[in-house]
């Protein structure tokens, strides 16, 4: 009687700890990523260039409403230029959008014409290096629109992406990607092609090419 107490009693330790373990797996799986270094960071805080950045409630709860709408409608352009720091969307001749972004400062924005490629409402971005205090981890970083040509790889990762890390917009303030603010980005991330089928991710194929993007001009030396 008493070995089989003893037999109950570390089987029901045994399973205690192996719960415990599965419950630790899942908290950090859920709430934390990998860093360059490979330590975990919380998924619900970022650093860009030493400073925490918190991931704004609507971000990180995967929750906010949609603002915009695909029309579908019309042949649709981009054009991005970096001396003044101001995007403009048009359709067809008719300017749809004007809005301020932020360009590479640490590394130039690339300039040329591109094509939308993939798209991805959620994704985690970091580099830098914290020596040279330019070091970034931004969970989260919310409508992305990654963009590439024949010169410029798709590995590259340029992108065109809504911020919620800084707020000083018509000034260069990023690593190379084009810094929006996130409403603006969301706005932009549903008007263009391709049309958003996928809860995260949507790729450009033949028959929704991704929308061209012109990128002129040289940024200022701040």
């Known amino acids: 009687m008493k070995k ?9 330790t045994l399973l205690s700890s192996f719960l415990i373990l599965s419950l630790a797996t ?14 975990y960071e919380s998924a619900k805080e970022g650093n860009f260039l030493g400073k ?25 352009h981009i054009y991005i230029d970096l001396s003044k720091q101001t995007l403009y969307a048009y359709e067809d001749d008719h300017l749809v959008y004007t809005f301020l972004i932020s360009s590479g400062k640490w590394y ?17 971005m970091s580099g830098g290096n914290p020596n040279t205090n330019t070091y970034y981890y931004l969970p989260n970083v919310p409508y992305v629109m990654y963009f590439s040509n024949d010169q410029i790889a798709q590995s ?8 919620y890390w800084h707020e000083n917009f018509g000034h260069p303030m990023s690593h190379g990607c084009v810094n929006m603010r996130t409403a603006d980005a969301e706005t932009l991330y549903y008007w263009t092609n391709p049309k958003v089928l ?11 090419p991704g929308t061209p993007i012109t990128i002129y001009g040289e940024a200022p030396k701040e």
């Open 4 to 12: 089989s107490s003893q037999k109950k009693n570390s089987f029901i």
């Open 26 to 39: 899942i908290l950090i799986s859920q709430s934390y990523t990998k860093n360059l270094s490979g330590k």
């Open 52 to 76: 925490i950045v918190s991931v704004p409630p609507e971000i990180k709860d995967n929750n906010k409403a949609v603002l915009a709408e695909y029309t579908g409608n019309g042949n649709k």
């Open 108 to 124: 130039p924005t690339p300039t040329g014409d591109f094509n939308i490629w993939i798209k991805v409402k959620y994704t985690k």
């Open 156 to 163: 590259r990762g340029f992108g065109l992406h809504g911020t």
């Open 198 to 208: 996928a809860k995260n991710t949507t790729y450009a194929s033949k028959d929704d």
